[in-house]
């Protein structure tokens, strides 16, 4: 499969423990975002990724969120003191610098916070 | 920002039928529309996409048609069947320099395919 991947697939988690979910991007893409997606939504915009360089965070990327992308390849996304407002599926996209529009999307990672 | 507006919310059909999902979307400078299909949990299939230079584009029994001037595009789906059943998505962009890119999403609509 040379999709996107993430893992894990499914979350549960109690109020205030940390989470972290990981994300592989399709090989050779250098761009990667973050959304978010609550039940009857669309996906909202989390974070941008160019290569290793985290060059745009929306309004909604809370102090208690932190992405990274050490080495331009995999990324990961951290929840700190989780609220049961987080819990939501968070979805991770690739896409080319050939087509620097176009973005494929991962199966999501489903969060319930208890 | 950007704003995108789906109608209708839900839409069921006859198989065999059409079917006709449309968008509005507020910010003139947005210049790139994907489709996503979205199945019970999964993520978001691209299925097609159209930019702004481009008023329809057609994959199968798949087309987008874009206006600029009234700012909407829309999904139609041809001789539909019951695994087109799903919930799509339409998106908008703008793309410049070194943006990101990222992508405002309707609220979705829930197509039900009848046999």
């Known amino acids: 499969d040379t999709g996107v991947s993430q893992d894990p697939r499914h979350k549960i988690t109690k109020r205030g423990q940390n989470v972290t979910f990981r994300c592989d991007p399709i090989?050779?893409?250098?761009?990667l975002y973050w959304y978010r997606q609550t039940l009857g939504q669309g996906p909202e915009f989390l974070t941008y990724?160019?290569?290793?360089?985290?060059?745009?965070k929306s309004r909604l990327l809370s102090d208690r969120f932190s992405a990274e992308r050490p080495k331009g390849s995999f990324s990961t996304l951290e929840i700190q003191r989780t609220e049961q407002g987080d819990s939501a599926m968070y979805l991770c996209?690739?896409?080319?610098?050939?087509?620097?529009?176009?973005?494929?999307f991962g199966p999501g990672t489903r969060l319930t916070v208890l | 920002g950007e704003n995108v507006e789906q109608h209708p919310s839900t839409l069921s059909v006859q198989e065999g039928d059409s079917a006709v999902i449309k968008c509005t979307y507020s910010?003139?400078?947005?210049?790139?529309f994907p489709w996503y299909k979205q199945e019970l949990g999964k993520g978001p299939q691209l299925i097609i996409d159209?930019?702004?230079?481009?008023g329809e584009k057609k994959d199968q029994r798949i087309a987008v048609t874009l206006n600029k001037t009234a700012k909407h595009f829309s999904l139609h789906i041809t001789e539909t069947q019951p695994e087109d059943s799903a919930v799509y998505f339409c998106?908008?962009?703008?793309?410049?320099?070194?943006?990101?890119?990222?992508?405002?999403f309707g609220k979705g609509t829930k197509l039900s395919v009848i046999p």
């Open positions: 996209a690739s896409g080319p610098d050939t087509s620097t529009d176009t973005q494929y």
């Open positions: 090989s050779e893409h250098n761009r």
């Open positions: 990724f160019q290569n290793e360089a985290q060059l745009e």
């Open positions: 910010d003139s400078a947005s210049n790139y």
């Open positions: 159209i930019r702004s230079n481009v």
């Open positions: 998106a908008a962009s703008i793309g410049s320099g070194a943006g990101s890119y990222q992508l405002t």
